[in-house]
């Protein structure tokens, strides 16, 4: 039992930083107009991934710490308590898709595994850029006190850049699912 405790620790830990190396070294940040630029990475891979291999609390938390401290060391430290939230949510919903909807711990052929895999992680993406924004917007309006018109476009970027980037992060989750799923064993 401590051993598979210790596994999941050092996997969870293997995938934040992961995610945060993706988001520090290979985003592409794009222009959005007012000032604001969107972000595409394929961080959420890793949060997706860890979601569907440690479960809930290791992958959510994985995912939130990881790209919450790449906020923080990159300059964006007002975006780092949205980004805590937002990750985990995507963590957790992915975790609890696999589990509850798709069963995949139930799954025994390798393509239902799959597949339930990437429906797990489609559902999780959906369920981020909803949610995404909606913090983002929250945090800026209510908590940073910016106009209703500058968190609201804010929102709408981050709405853009979160469907960008979960699209190729889904794609990226499933191949790398298949390989990570022959060779992690907890």
Known sequence: MQEQKIKKLTLAGMFAAL??????YLRIEIPMGLGLTGKIYVGHA???LSALVLGA???????AIGLA???????????????????FLLGWSTAWA?????????????RARLRAAALAA?????????????????????ILGMPRQIAYISALN???SMAVSNVVSVVLTVILYKVAEK???I
Do not use: M, W
């Open 46 to 48: 890793f949060i997706l």
């Open 183 to 185: 060779s992690i064993r």
């Open 57 to 63: 609390k290791y992958g959510a938390l994985s995912g």
């Open 122 to 142: 489609v559902f999780g993406s959906v369920v981020n850029v909803v949610t995404e924004p909606l913090i983002r917007f929250s945090f800026k309006f209510f």
């Open 98 to 110: 696999a589990q509850h909807l798709c069963h995949l711990d139930r799954q025994t052929d390798d």
């Open 19 to 24: 995610a945060f190396a993706c988001f520090s």
């Open 69 to 87: 401290l790449a906020d923080l060391l990159a300059g964006y430290t007002t975006s780092a308590p949205p980004t805590f939230l937002a990750k």
């Open 158 to 160: 981050c709405a853009v």
